[in-house]
């Protein structure tokens, strides 16, 4: 039998402690405590034994030194049905701890404040924390251990109802100390790396926090969860509020941080349709009202059903545009009232405002069988001034601009990526294909006779002429693209012969 005896309890976070300590205390258990928290249980009225009482020393260098203890460890390691580690625990005066509750400095919250110091940053690095939670959960046969005051209740109730709490409760409260410190550790780590640069280190640690379990994943039979980065910045789909609409599913989340990205990368009024992680729908415009009709209008079949996101507030005006046709969600800095007054009235329709919305520059992740994959983020933008013109024509200013627009966007286009724009918005857009005449086909197909007068966007180099020719009898005027083939001059020949714009952007932006 694990009847809990004694307990010991040293937190940072200290909601909920005294009520635990108050519940554990009414049930004879006997509490030890540290610092800051053997104070407040003292003002509380809780009878506490200070950890010097235990270990016969005092605590000391700053608190740096004061659980790390035979008397503590011993305590909490030795195997109780085993007659050597009893014989030992006599000969030396130590006693068992059957309960420990603790939580860690709060590293998160410290290297979260921009002006924190690097050494205010190590002092808050917890040493005899994890080192407890540590040999607690190893030897949880015997042991339990509470990281999360959510689950103070749960161990109060056992013990209050049995003295006891169950291996199946001490097994999984092992198993959430190990994660706990898992994440505590790795979170210094990359502090410590990103402090020198090292973006990447010889082992990747990462952590993320658990946000929602999801209804399934990308199809019904996958199970799913959604979880953010620790220390998240604002603006980024982890931090949207939502604000009406049922709950986000496991592609209204991968969607909307792929509207999120193109938005991000206008300062103009822009409007953003996604469909599937490719963009069917972007305008810009003077207002969100004319960059809201422009993208509608881009692909008025496929935004039905979609995701929109804006850098602009939404107005009353654009919410009743938006409101003529089934959206997913629709995502923006604020809402006026008005327009929320409207859009509330779908009510299955998602609202997600993030305020400032922020590009992230995360590295990104992509896990393979047995591994990953991990990138700095593209956040490359061309501007005028990279490009160079390899044709006999420059481009007039209005091509200028519209090259750069369908650059833009044919960044976060699947590759192979084709995409024709046209008077400050997509007209056509070929994604994801296996050849690149083929994805040219695609958006020039569904461009139809918008194609004429339109610029062309290539994610990446012509291998051959022939999309050029296929570009040039559609109509298109001026073409953007990387360059770099061995066979570059075979285009920029063809162009000239048909009297097209070639630029070169010296910049390539697969998306696999």
């Not at 980065?229 to 931090?239: P, Q, V």
């Not at 996101?309 to 545009?321: F, G, H, M, R, Y």
């Not at 339109?454 to 990446?460: E, F, G, N, Q, Y």
């Amino acid at each position: 039998m694990n009847r809990i005896k004694r307990a010991l309890i040293s937190v940072s976070d200290k909601i909920g402690i005294v009520e635990l300590a108050q519940q554990l205390v009414a049930k004879e258990v006997e509490v030890i405590s540290t610092g800051g928290t053997h104070q407040l249980l003292r003002e509380a009225g809780i009878p506490v034994i200070g950890i010097s009482e235990i270990t016969g020393f005092p605590e000391i260098m700053d608190g740096r030194v004061k659980t790390l203890h035979p008397k503590v460890h011993g305590g909490l390691l030795a195997v109780r049905d085993l007659p050597t580690h009893r014989q030992q625990m006599e000969a030396n005066g130590i006693q068992e701890i059957d309960l420990v509750v603790v939580n860690l400095y709060p590293f998160a919250q410290t290297i979260s404040n921009p002006n924190i110091s690097y050494e205010e940053a190590i002092e808050n690095i917890d040493i005899g924390g994890p080192s407890m939670v540590r040999s607690a959960a190893k030897n949880h046969r015997f042991v339990t251990v509470v990281v999360d005051p959510a689950d103070y209740q749960n161990i109060a109730d056992e013990i209050t109802n049995h003295g006891e709490t169950t291996l199946q409760t001490r097994e999984y409260l092992a198993a959430k100390a190990f994660s706990h410190t898992a994440a505590y550790d790795s979170l210094i780590a990359k502090h410590l790396n990103d402090r020198i640069g090292n973006s990447f280190p010889g082992q990747l640690t990462v952590t993320y926090q658990k946000q929602s379990s999801l209804r399934y994943g990308e199809n019904p039979h996958q199970k799913a969860s959604f979880y953010k980065e620790t220390l998240s910045t604002d603006g980024l789909i982890t931090s949207a509020k939502q604000i009406h609409g049922k709950e986000l599913s496991y592609n209204n989340i991968n969607d909307a941080n792929a509207a999120l990205a193109i938005v991000n990368e206008f300062k103009e009024p822009v409007v953003v349709a996604v469909k599937h992680m490719n963009p069917c729908g972007v305008g810009i415009g003077e207002t969100i009202e004319e960059a809201y009709q422009k993208a509608y209008e881009a692909d008025p079949v496929s935004i039905f059903g979609g995701i929109v996101a804006t850098n602009q507030i939404v107005t009353k005006e654009v919410a009743l545009q938006m409101t003529k046709l089934f959206l997913e969600i629709i995502i923006a800095p604020y809402f006026e009232l008005d327009a929320l007054t409207i859009l509330k009235e779908k009510k299955n329709l998602r609202l997600l405002a993030l305020g400032n919305i922020t590009q992230s520059k995360a590295n990104s992740i992509v896990t393979v069988g047995g591994g990953a994959l991990v990138q700095e983020a593209d956040l490359h933008q061309v501007i005028q001034g990279d490009c160079q013109v390899v044709t006999d024509r420059e481009p007039t200013q209005e091509e200028w601009e519209q090259l750069l627009f369908g650059f833009k966007v044919v960044k976060h286009v699947k590759s192979n990526a084709i995409v024709l724009v046209k008077e400050n918005r997509t007209v056509g857009v070929g994604a994801g294909q296996m050849n690149r005449i083929g994805a040219a086909r695609i958006a020039i197909g569904q461009a139809g006779e918008l194609a004429t007068g339109s610029v062309l966007a290539s994610d990446a180099f012509f291998p051959m002429s022939d999309t050029v020719e296929e570009a040039a009898k559609a109509g298109v005027t001026a073409i953007i693209q990387p360059g770099g083939s061995i066979r570059d001059q075979e285009s920029i020949e063809a162009a000239n012969r048909l009297g097209l714009v070639m630029v070169f952007t010296g910049v390539r932006h697969f998306k696999h």
